[in-house]
């Protein structure tokens, strides 16, 4: 990747959360894969911990387009269309 380990962070208000999830300094450049395993675990950690709250429905698709839709969102894959909060 070719954004310093700083910048990564999944959440806007915590900028450091990458570098002190991975320990690395906030300077250096982390692997594709390293990067996809800290958005897997993050997500997997927020399911856990809202469970209760929300419901996640996982679709691996191809998204062609995503539109604001009533104080909503439709996302538009090859062969259907969804609706999200």
Same mark, same amino acid.
Not at 31 to 42: A, D, V
Not at 70 to 79: A, D, G, S
């Given at each position: %990747? &070719?954004?310093?380990?700083i910048? %990564? ?5 915590? @900028? ?5 999830? #991975?320990? %690395?300094?906030? $300077? ?9 395993? $800290?958005?897997? #675990?993050?997500?997997n950690d $927020? ?6 709250? =929300? @419901? ?12 604001? $839709? #009533? &104080? !909503?969102? !439709? =996302? !538009?894959?090859? #062969? &259907?269309? =969804?609706?999200?909060?």
């Open positions: %990747m &070719n954004v310093p380990s910048r %990564m962070s999944c959440f806007v208000d915590i @900028k450091e959360h990458f570098v002190q999830y #991975n320990k %690395m300094n906030e $300077y250096s450049f982390a692997t594709r894969k390293l990067f996809g395993e $800290y958005l897997q #675990n993050t997500l $927020y399911i856990q911990l809202t469970r209760n709250l =929300i @419901k996640i429905q996982h679709i691996q698709e191809e998204v062609n387009d995503i539109e604001k $839709y #009533n &104080n !909503k969102y !439709k =996302i !538009k894959l090859n #062969n &259907n269309e =969804i609706i999200a909060d």
